[in-house]
């Protein structure tokens, strides 16, 4: 079945449900959403939203693109249940990508977006015309005192990975504007995106078993036929730029590191945005 999707424009809805199913919701970077222009699919990681891609998805849908940042199932204004692993979650982006009327696509993907991108990418080769891994590495495990911290706190959990993913206090004023307290925004959009979903369960232990538990990396770098780059936080204690080599190899992938932690859309916005603009361009 394919997936039904929600797209905005400019704060305006356009919902479309004739298959019967959940409903998926994506941003379109404030621009009507046209499937016959080069499209960008834009995949947040653990706990977040399409949000976290504000600057990138207005960009590139104002210079040429088509653009869906998405909510995955269960995340801000996407129906749930969430999908249960990585697979189902790379099925679940092609299903997306069909009910847009999409036929190729570039991925770009944070974090357990990376491997979701990745995943997509593995089960439909000749859907993607660029993967794009964004705060990545593989195998992406998650320590054992943070999985049991977030079942069993999750909002002091929270707290500890906001605190892993910022390199810095303050990054100098930029995206999303002067004055935006960085640490705080974030934990904000988790906590926010963790009551939205409170009704599937704890979605902040979920997501980073998502994360821990894939294994099919290998099998699915075999399978990728697209250029593939890996833009990677120098500082990032989250994922580290040597956590990520194995991955770079199997995907012979380009690599690129930019100066800021795991939260690059925030701590190094200009610098991501010129990273994807240029493997988009090739």
Not at 106 to 135: D, N, Y
Not at 195 to 209: C, P, S, T, V, Y
Request: overall charge negative; proline content about 7%; hydrophobic content about 45%.
């Amino acid at each position: 079945m394919k997936t039904p999707i929600h797209v905005e424009r400019d704060g305006e809805h356009d919902g479309r449900d004739a298959h019967g199913g959940p409903t998926a919701y994506a941003y379109t970077g404030g621009k009507p959403f046209d499937p016959t222009l080069p499209c960008v699919v834009f995949i947040h990681g653990a706990l977040h939203d399409h949000s976290v891609w504000t600057l990138l998805a207005r960009f590139l849908a104002h210079h040429g693109h088509s653009v869906l940042a998405v909510d995955l199932p269960g995340h801000g204004r996407s129906d749930g249940p969430p999908l249960a692993d990585v697979e189902a979650l790379g099925a679940w982006v092609l299903d997306l990508m069909s009910a847009a009327g999409v036929d190729t696509a570039a991925l770009v993907g944070h974090s357990m977006g990376s491997l979701i991108a990745l995943e997509a990418a593995a089960q439909a080769p000749a859907r993607c015309s660029r993967l794009v891994m964004v705060g990545t590495a593989w195998p992406m495990k998650v320590s054992e005192s943070l999985l049991n911290t977030a079942r069993e706190q999750p909002l002091s959990a929270m707290a500890m990975v906001n605190a892993f993913s910022h390199s810095t206090l303050a990054a100098k004023p930029s995206h999303p504007g002067p004055g935006v307290w960085l640490h705080g925004a974030n934990l904000a959009l988790m906590e926010r995106t963790q009551a939205r979903g409170a009704a599937h369960g704890n979605l902040f232990l979920h997501d980073f078993q998502v994360c821990d538990r894939y294994t099919g990396a290998p099998e699915a770098a075999q399978r990728v036929q697209a250029p593939a780059h890996l833009i990677l936080g120098a500082k990032d204690q989250m994922t580290p730029p040597k956590a990520a080599r194995q991955l770079a190899d199997m995907l012979k992938a380009q690599v690129q590191t930019l100066p800021a932690g795991h939260a690059l859309m925030t701590e190094a916005p200009e610098a991501l945005l010129a990273a994807v603009r240029a493997s988009l361009a090739g």
